[in-house]
């Protein structure tokens, strides 16, 4: 269908075209317009820092454990409005 000259041509873009696009994006130019500005890491204030000593690995656990104690006194008192919400079985089997 295409012939001989069809091959070399699909060849040369088999080729140059990644040596092209590593050539662009690989260039100190494109690298100090577009790469050099980003700031990946965050500062040192912001990321998390685990606790050194005794006591703060203590005060670190007793704030988990409240956390857990708050959550799971919220599950309780939204589980027990949702069943006094709901009718009995029982008072729709009466009803009946």
Known sequence: MG???L???KFGVYVFFPVGVMLYF???NFYEKYVRGINFWPE???THQPPKTTDEVRAALDK???EREERWMKKAMQARQQTEAEPSP???????
């Open 3 to 5: 012939g001989p000259r």
């Open 7 to 9: 091959e070399v041509v």
């Open 26 to 28: 690989g260039g100190p």
């Open 44 to 46: 040192f204030e912001k």
């Open 64 to 66: 988990m454990k409240s």
């Open 90 to 96: 029982k008072a729709n089997a009466n009803q009946a």
